[in-house]
């Protein structure tokens, strides 16, 4: 570091130890670390919508802070965006709309009225998704003909059909299962206020037909599914009702073997809800277990402020918790290693040792090992997650010796090469689902039926198997899947990131992969990706990246203002392809210590995390807690050695 004057040395260790103690002050008493995990104004409008679905009492303080909330969130457009400072979004503004005039917003409001002239100025909301069309047929807005017909009888089909509830990602298929129970009994909401959005429509609602095609979707392909909707819609009615009754029955097994308590199936709220109301269009009540345990679980995503309230879409304390302790790893000190490995420890029971998930169905013979997201999601275990788990645990035992480790790290391994998709790549959650033809149904016009393997799950794969030791000549699985990279990085040098935003992320991610991987710093594709990052510097020294790099027609790189956590990204992906002494690297370090908060932490408002591009994104509160930590670290432990080389996976 002789480079670096006292006082650069010194600014730089006060900024490390103050995010440090910044991080460590958000630990919970039993070791792990969770942060809100926010979302659109979609799922806070949901949940509004549930309450009054159900006709439950009215809770008049929660739903004041909700609707604070919503009209916070609410677009300079008049609508409601699907990130920060985002674009209006159809679906989002019907939503929060109908929300807020069910709190009790009058539709005279000032911000009810730009609402609606947003809306109406954009086509009116027969313009809304099919999810949204949904909801509004059970609230009677629209009729049943203006939604897919989605016979339950598919949760009978065997595997070899052309759509099987194991063709399509595991979000999907637990959202739909309790959604087929529900779209055969086409339940009404009880809706006591009796408030409806006929307002919104520039025709008469109740006159609307199926949605048109999405832009992802082939003419050809949605024809030919659009043909069977009308052929299912003309003979559904006609199914056996003994037929329909082994179907519900077969969806309500699939349900309750993966209830999971109040974690809920598949711990994400879109299956919860529609739990909730399946059970209730069934006639059971509101003590009925697998109903109640599941509505008690809602309340757990709940976020209350002083003045506001929201809900998340799920929580995220494994992943939370492992990136924390990743970054107090690379801070160390005797406060941070301490809390790392009480952080470890915490997870070592949270791996999934005993439950042979869907995941299953395509590789019966790999044992199960991985780690979910959530507190407990037993049949939906995640590679991502249990890479990066199995990184920090080895990280632990191999520079401060401590043991307790090597079983969970080898069932992760384990588990995590028997994941490996025949292409070389790892997807999120499932093997081999590269049914594509799926996402030209008419359901799927969110296009996002599928978890295939992506380039930043790849890439975190491949560093977990290189920092144990495997390398391209040695390991199938790693040649595998850099060859796979080789084939997916992009023409400028950069790569997709299908779970954070979004080129900046892939490339981070691969890049450490890469580097762990033993790739020389001088290949071509870590020369051109690297350079292609320090070209997209912004002038304040930051990185920044937005929504609108998914949109189809993307034809290049559209600057976007800094955030902290993904300045940091491509700070730990510019060292990791060998660039620590880069200006690029030093501009970027000064913007992260000249935009720390009193706190020693960053303030991010901009959403940096994605669920489904172009239709979900996400704001994890946590990313600019520890991820700039984890850079600055990462800076200074560099330039205090003379290797100038990552030794580890992340």
């Known amino acids: 570091m002789d480079s670096v004057n006292a006082t650069n040395r010194e600014v ?75 674009e209006f979004d159809m679906s989002a503004s019907v939503k929060a709309y109908f929300a807020l005039k069910m709190i009790g917003d009058p539709i005279d409001a000032p911000h009810m009225v730009r609402a609606r002239e947003a809306i109406l100025s954009r086509g009116g909301a027969i313009n809304s998704n099919v999810f949204t069309r949904f909801t509004l047929a059970m609230f009677g807005v629209v009729t049943w003909r203006a939604v897919p017909v989605l016979p339950v009888e598919i949760v009978l089909l065997p595997f070899w059909s052309p759509f099987h509830l194991n063709k399509i990602s595991y979000w999907a298929r637990t959202t739909m299962v309790p959604l087929m129970v529900l779209a055969a009994l086409k339940p009404r909401a009880r809706n006591p206020k009796g408030v409806g959005i006929d307002e919104l429509f520039l025709q008469d609602p109740r006159s609307i037909g199926m949605t048109a095609k999405a832009p992802h979707q082939s003419m050809a392909w949605f024809v030919l599914f659009r043909a069977l909707d009308h052929i299912l819609r003309v003979v559904e009615p006609m199914f056996p009702k003994s037929l329909r009754k082994r179907a519900i ?43 109640a345990i599941t509505r008690r679980g809602l309340e757990k995503l709940l976020v209350f402020k002083d003045d506001e309230a929201y809900c998340q879409p799920c929580v995220s304390p494994v992943w939370d918790t492992t990136l924390a302790a990743h970054a107090l790893l690379e801070a160390g000190g005797p406060q941070a290693v301490p809390a790392a490995k009480q952080g470890l420890d915490w997870l070592i029971p949270k791996q999934v040792l005993d439950v042979k998930g869907d ?114 000549k040695t390991s199938k699985h790693v040649a595998g899947g850099v060859a796979y990279l080789r084939r997916t990085q992009h023409p400028e040098g950069s790569w997709y990131g299908r779970w954070g935003m979004n080129f900046i ?104 995390a994605t669920g489904f591009p172009r239709v979900f994104y996400l704001r994890y509160h946590g990313y600019p807690k520890f991820f700039p930590l984890w850079a600055l670290a990462r800076y200074r432990n560099l330039r205090n050695t003379n290797s100038r080389v990552v030794g580890v996976g992340m």
């Not at 009054?52 to 008049?60: R, Y």
């Not at 060292?575 to 000249?594: K, S, T, W």
């Open 12 to 86: 730089l260790e006060s900024s490390i130890a103050s995010a440090t103690q910044g991080v460590l002050g958000f630990q919970q008493s039993d070791g792990h670390w969770v942060f809100e995990l926010e979302a659109d104004c979609t799922i806070p409008a949901e949940y509004i919508l549930l309450r009054h679905h159900l006709a439950e009492p009215v809770d008049t303080v929660l739903e004041a802070k909700i609707g604070n909330y919503l009209r916070r969130v609410q677009g300079a457009h008049g609508g409601w965006p699907l990130v920060h400072d985002g």
């Open 249 to 291: 029955d077969a969806a309500l097994a699939f349900t309750e073997e993966r209830l999971n308590g109040e974690d809920g199936m598949g711990a994400i709220y879109p299956p919860m809800a529609n739990i909730v109301m399946m059970y209730d269009a069934l006639g059971k009540d509101e003590n009925f277990p697998p109903r």
């Open 359 to 472: 995941w299953a169905v395509k590789r019966p013979e790999t044992r199960p090992g991985g780690w979910a997201f959530q507190y407990n999601n037993a049949h939906y275990p995640d590679l991502d997650d249990t890479a990066v788990v199995v990184m920090s645990m080895d990280r632990m035992r191999r520079e401060h010796g401590t043991a307790g480790y090597d079983a969970a790290i080898d069932r992760g391994r384990e588990w995590i090469e028997g994941m490996q998709s025949d292409d070389g790549g790892w997807a999120a959650f499932d093997v081999d689902n590269l049914e594509y033809y799926l996402n030209n149904i008419p359901f799927s016009d969110h296009g996002a039926l599928l978890d295939p393997p992506t380039e930043d799950v790849t890439a975190r794969c491949i560093s977990m198997l290189a920092q144990l030791g495997e390398t391209e």
């Open 505 to 608: 992320y892939g490339t981070w991610s691969v890049l450490c992969a890469l580097n762990m991987a033993g790739v020389s710093h001088n290949d071509p594709m870590i020369r051109k990706a690297a350079d292609w990052l320090a070209s997209i510097q912004n002038d304040d020294g930051g990185w920044g990246e937005d929504a609108v790099s998914y949109r189809l027609d993307y034809k290049g790189w559209e600057p976007a203002p800094s955030t902290a956590s993904q300045t940091a990204w491509a700070l730990l992906a510019l060292m990791a392809a060998g660039e620590v002494d880069h200006p690029a690297v030093a501009r970027g370090v000064e913007y992260l210590i000249a935009t720390q908060n009193e706190k020693g932490l960053w303030d991010e408002q901009r959403y940096t």
